[in-house]
């Protein structure tokens, strides 16, 4: 029975970041903030790793979710893996910039 809830549970939640995501680019302030306390956590880990930086990586989730906010595509798929991918390609840009090879 537990596994059931949890399986209804991850469903809600996957269907509630999809709603937000699209309330997001439609300039609600609120579910962004939401999306932000739900990802920023994991964007900022995977670039502080790659960057050895801390105020790097915080300007590099900034910019992701202010991407974010004005062109998410909701026909490309969640939203969690389209951030994901931005802050790899972020990533991988600053690092380009600063002369760094990965």
């Not at 960057?51 to 969640?78: C, I, M, N, T, Y």
Request: charged content about 35%.
């Amino acid at each position: 029975m537990r596994i059931g809830h949890a399986r209804h549970n991850r469903r809600l939640a996957a269907r509630n970041v999809d709603e937000l995501a699209e309330r997001m680019v439609l300039g609600d302030g609120v579910a962004l903030d939401a999306l932000k306390r739900r990802f920023a956590g994991q964007l900022h880990s995977i670039s502080r790793t790659v960057l050895d930086d801390e105020s790097e990586a915080s300007d590099l989730v900034d910019g992701v979710f202010e991407d974010a906010s004005r062109k998410w595509p909701p026909e490309r798929g969640q939203v969690r893996v389209w951030l994901l991918r931005r802050m790899r390609r972020a990533t991988r840009r600053y690092l380009a910039l600063r002369g760094d090879d990965e």
